[in-house]
Nanobody, 121 residues
């Protein structure tokens, strides 16, 4: 059974930082591209960042480029998202996902339950 569990969310002031983690119970973790998506109230779930199976390739949404960094540790089956210079518009539930490297939700087979990030102004 595949499980993804996010952690690290919380309340932070604008300009602050948070580091999200995703622990994956996938035997073949290194075979999957991993991504972060987010969903704000009343909005569609949107792509944030993706990392290739090897960690050698990354892509970011324009809205987070230069502020967020995605990384993975295949030895520990973990995924991270370092978020700096946070803005109120970054407030959302953040989800990790495992699947094919892409920016669309349908490319991903497995999803975590999400972790809330709230940025106050």
């Amino acid at each position: 059974q595949v499980q993804l569990a996010e952690s690290g969310g919380g309340l932070v002031q604008a300009g602050g930082s948070l580091r999200l983690s995703c622990a994956a119970s996938i035997r073949t973790f290194r075979n999957y591209a991993m991504a972060w998506f987010r969903q704000a109230p009343g909005k569609e779930r949107e792509f944030v960042a993706v990392i290739s199976w090897s960690g050698g390739g990354t892509s970011y949404a324009d809205s987070v480029k230069g502020r967020f960094t995605i990384s993975r540790d295949n030895a520990k089956n973990t995924l991270h998202l370092q978020m700096n210079s946070l803005r109120p518009e970054d407030t959302a539930v953040y989800y990790c996902a495992a699947g094919t490297r892409a920016t669309i939700t349908t490319a991903y087979d497995y999803w975590g339950q999400g972790t809330q990030v709230t940025v106050s102004s």
